[in-house]
């Protein structure tokens, strides 16, 4: 994946308070957090068994944290968001007996990482291609990915709103957003399978194929 949970957290903080009955929740419960560590006492689904792990996002007593670590199956790693995931760790606040949740938007990100494979002319489901491994900068793509797949929350966030409403305006703006990103993003490209970038492919651009 291009992009995760955290990194729609850095253009939404609000995001899982204002629309996360638009996501899947994976873990429910109560627990409390010390320096970086989360430590459930009551939990509905294992972290492991639900797949929680680095990326993803964790309310704590209505506080969005980062996950950077899955420990155990009821213990994580955790910190405030940062302006960069090389920044050090910034603790939680202190808590005790406070309800956690763990809400993803993965199938929203993941309709998003599909079209723009499809859109640097990779196919995403085709086993005769390198596929995903064969662009090199995916960094490049976090941002735009990201775009598209909050443009998908806001968009069914808002379905039932009246015209003119917040919700469909933010879903407009990030339908705009990933638009013109859309325009100025480009990726390396390994097309010969050797490991290394060969060839830069822009989003913008049409690939035609002489049969």
Known sequence: MFARDRDLLTLEPNLLRDVGWA??????????????????????????????????????????????????SA???????????????LPASPASGVPVEVTTFRPQIALVH??????????????????????KSPWALRLLVSL?????VYAAASALAPVGSPLRERAEMYRERFAAERQRVAA???????????????????????R
Do not use: C, K, W
Request: aromatic share 2%.
């Open 75 to 89: 213990s994580l790693v955790i910190s405030r968001l940062r302006a960069a995931e090389s920044d050090p760790l």
């Open 148 to 152: 598209g797949a909050l443009h998908l």
């Open 23 to 72: 996501g899947q929740r994976l873990v429910r419960g109560t627990g409390g957090a010390a320096g970086t560590t989360l430590a459930m006492t009551e939990q509905d689904v294992a972290f492991d068994a639900a797949g929680v792990g680095a990326g993803n996002v964790v309310l704590v007593d209505g506080t969005a944290y980062e996950v950077i670590e899955r420990t155990t």
């Open 114 to 135: 599909a079209q723009t494979l499809r859109m640097l002319g990779i196919d995403p489901e085709s086993a005769d291609e390198p596929g995903e491994a064969s662009v």
């Open 188 to 210: 390396r490209i390994d097309t010969d399978g050797d490991g290394e970038p060969d060839a830069v492919r822009r989003l913008n651009v049409l690939l035609l194929e002489r």
